[in-house]
């Protein structure tokens, strides 16, 4: 398991080749921390800071892509806020709340 997170760790696979965001969550996720000596543990931490990282990077593209479909229905891309916002608003209060928030640019897109 050490070498596992060592891997993600650094972000390279045994072969040089980059740990993509599935390969690193399913890697990591079966790890127990109890099984690591201290050095292990700490890479541990730095592979699901990694792992973040990589999904917050996943999370910038979606919202490029709002902002995207929002100026191309003539709307400010400013606009996309709004509709990321309103979504994040209505999940808080409905689990299945995330679809009303995407109405603005559901409607604009028929």
């Known amino acids: 398991p050490a070498v596992i997170v060592a891997r993600v760790a650094e972000g390279a696979d045994v072969h040089g080749e980059p740990v993509g965001l599935v390969v690193a969550v399913t ?8 099984l690591l ?12 800071e990694r792992v973040l990282a990589m999904v917050a990077g996943e999370q910038q593209r979606a919202l ?9 229905f003539g709307l400010p891309g400013i606009e996309a806020r709004h ?6 608003a209505s999940r808080a209060g409905h689990r299945g709340g995330a679809h009303r928030g995407r109405a603005g640019v559901d409607r604009a897109a028929r």
């Open 37 to 48: 000596d201290g050095a292990a543990r700490v890479d541990l931490i730095r592979s699901w």
């Open 64 to 72: 490029a892509s709002v902002a995207e479909a929002t100026a191309s």
């Open 27 to 34: 890697e990591l996720a079966g790890i127990d921390p109890q």
């Open 83 to 88: 509709e990321v916002a309103a979504c994040a």
